[in-house]
């Protein structure tokens, strides 16, 4: 509601890709340790992108979360990022987690959708950070896609905006 408004300030700067994801990562390494999952990232060093740092930061924080969270013991995670069509860059996040069925993917970014479910370990969720997630990557002219299979993982592929 407060980005809706207005009320959160949009900033956009450089940022270098790699080593601000490396940062989230490694924020996130304790609780994927705490799970033997394994996180796999592949981000070119010289890969810069225009956007806001702390909306990224949420982004990039809660699909991370997310992943960990739905994937069992033992599993992976990747988060890679390349260059795109049309000056975007293309970041991908996949887990191979326990998936979503079609039902739950139509509902994913929408408020009035009942979304939560717990984790591989009864992790709590509350459903809500997709939905501040698209926000944020279309506030950042960006898209966001999803696919998913239950059993099989899913994976979140975000478009954004290449440094010039």
């Not at 739950?104 to 969720?125: K, Q, V, Y």
Request: glycine share 10%; proline share 7%; hydrophobic share 40%.
């Amino acid at each position: 509601a407060r980005m809706q408004r207005g009320m959160i300030q949009f900033a956009p700067v450089p940022i270098r890709l790699a080593p601000f994801v490396a940062e989230i990562v490694a924020e996130n390494q304790p609780k994927a340790e705490g799970k033997s999952i394994h996180i796999q990232l592949s981000i070119p060093e010289d890969l810069c992108i225009v956007g806001d740092e702390h909306m990224l930061l949420s982004v990039i924080g809660n699909l991370l979360t997310n992943a960990i969270k739905f994937t069992p013991r033992g599993g992976s995670i990747g988060v890679s990022a390349q260059p795109a069509r049309d000056g975007k860059v293309e970041m991908i996040i996949w887990d191979n987690g326990i998936g979503m069925d079609e039902t739950m993917l139509a509902g994913l970014f929408r408020i009035d959708a009942h979304n939560c479910r717990p984790g591989t370990e009864g992790e709590p969720s509350v459903g809500l950070g997709l939905i501040l997630c698209k926000e944020f990557v279309i506030k950042q002219e960006g898209e966001i896609r999803v696919e998913s299979s239950p059993g099989k993982g899913t994976t979140f592929h975000i478009l954004l905006r290449m440094l010039p």
